[in-house]
């Protein structure tokens, strides 16, 4: 059975849809209760419900084969998998986000509060800028209304929530989006396993989009 670790939450649940559509159903994990792991046997799949943050955890490990991550995480953590497809759901932007009026004074530091240091910092160290990181678990734009920093390097998704609390899209750093990944020891083994995953995924993706078009 090939072990999947699933994002808890909307984005799981799309990409689980896409997964039932490339035949690998699950009907025990549609159903509401909260259960954290489901199987299908006839499919070969078992499916486990883990926080976003912790997916590439599990699959680094090899307690799940293959996993679903945002390239958020695996920009920031850098950790030791094979990425194999962009799954073109959860698609953000990361951005540099302040107030509208704000203009960077290169002769002072500029203090950046994020929840990603690493991303925050590869991007000003390209433009050698120093800055001060400050590193934030969640509700990041409050950091610039209070003082705390100058700017934030976060997750824009709608734009929402930068809009109502007053802040505005300064840079853009990089797009974002879910990956398939895997543990480097289960690709080894299961390869034609993964790989058929990954094609029918593809092929799920590639109907979607010409349904869009
Ligand atoms: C993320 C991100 C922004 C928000 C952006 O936060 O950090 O706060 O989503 O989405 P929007 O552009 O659609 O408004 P998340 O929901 O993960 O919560 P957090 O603040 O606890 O990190």
Known sequence: MLNIALPKGRLGEQVYGML???GYPCPALEQPDRRLIFENE????RYFWVKPHDVTIYVERGAADVGIAGKDILLEYSPELFELLDLKAGNCRMC???PADFRDNRSR????ATKFPRIAGDFYAEKSRD???????GSIELAPILGLSDVIVDIVETGRTLFENGLTVLEEVCPISARLVANPAAYRFRREEIDTLTMRL?????ASGEREN
Not at 42 to 45: D, L, N, R
Not at 109 to 112: A, D, E, F, G, I
């Open 202 to 206: 593809g092929e799920v993706i590639k």
């Open 20 to 22: 039932k559509e490339a």
């Open 109 to 112: 530091m500029l203090r950046v």
């Open 42 to 45: 006839k499919a070969g799949v």
């Open 96 to 98: 540099v986000a302040g």
């Open 131 to 137: 800055v001060e990181l400050i590193k934030l678990n």
